[in-house]
């Protein structure tokens, strides 16, 4: 099993960037496709970015396509969100999620969550 914390939510400006990280623990981090998810007040949990286990392949979800990245280490067991041109729209819990099977948009591809991590930008 693997464990999973997230850090680095804050409050910002619109326009701000902010970067998340989320280290794990427990199994080799590398053997675990890493994805970034969030999930606004009253709305469904949903697809941010996703990356593979070497870090080389990379997917995002058209609402951040161009201005956030996934990026990982493996050497210090920490998946990373990039995270600019913020707009009051990314406003959400944003939440680090593990999976050994493979990279996907779908929360239930996911069997390991970290507890999230509070992004708000205010306009």
């Known amino acids: 099993q693997v464990q999973l914390v997230e850090s680095g939510g804050g409050l910002v400006q619109a326009g701000d960037s902010l970067r998340l990280s989320c280290a794990a623990s427990?199994?080799?981090?590398?053997?675990?496709?890493m994805a970034w998810f969030r999930q606004a007040t009253g709305k469904e949990r949903e697809f941010v970015a996703a990356?593979?286990?070497?870090?080389?392949?990379?997917y995002y979800a058209n609402s951040v396509k161009g201005r956030f990245t996934i990026s990982r280490d493996n050497a210090k067991n920490t998946v990373y969100l990039q995270m600019s041109s913020l707009k009051p729209e990314d406003t959400a819990a944003y939440y680090c999620?593990?999976?050994?099977?493979?990279?996907?948009?779908?929360?239930?591809?996911?069997?390991?969550w970290g507890q999230g991590t509070q992004v708000t930008v205010s306009s």
């Open positions: 999620a593990a999976s050994i099977s493979g990279i996907s948009e779908l929360v239930q591809n996911y069997p390991y």
């Open positions: 427990g199994r080799t981090f590398s053997s675990y496709y």
């Open positions: 990356i593979n286990k070497s870090g080389r392949f990379t």
